[in-house]
């Protein structure tokens, strides 16, 4: 078993950054490539980033591409996800997971999930 916990979500005016982190326990962590998902209300959840076990390969969903930067510190068991140039769009409930060894952009590929940190992007 994995356990996630998420931090660093809140409330932001739209232009600004916000840094989510993801901690994890459990297992080896550097075991595990992580993902970043969102949610907003009346849509699925949909792709974010992702990260390789040793953070040599990351990969972005288009519509955060040259925004967000997806990083991770196997030292501290953690992945973080930096914001910039917040749009109200980007307003969701954001998850993290994690998956053994190589990464998706699936959802479903996904074993463990967080319970998720709300961004809300005012206009």
């Known amino acids: 078993q994995v356990q996630l916990v998420e931090s660093g979500g809140g409330l932001v005016q739209a232009g600004g950054s916000l840094r989510l982190s993801c901690a994890a326990s459990g297992r080896t962590f550097s075991n595990y490539a992580m993902g970043w998902f969102r949610q907003a209300p009346g849509k699925e959840r949909e792709f974010i980033a992702t990260?390789?076990?040793?953070?040599?390969?990351?990969y972005y969903a288009d519509s955060v591409k040259g925004r967000f930067t997806i990083s991770r510190d196997n030292a501290k068991n953690t992945v973080y996800l930096q914001m910039n140039s917040l749009k109200p769009e980007d307003t969701a409930v954001y998850y993290c997971?994690?998956?053994?060894?190589?990464?998706?952009?699936?959802?479903?590929?996904?074993?463990?999930w967080g319970q998720g940190t709300q961004v809300t992007v005012s206009s």
């Open positions: 997971a994690a998956r053994l060894y190589t990464s998706s952009r699936h959802r479903d590929d996904y074993n463990y």
């Open positions: 990260i390789t076990w040793n953070g040599g390969s990351t």
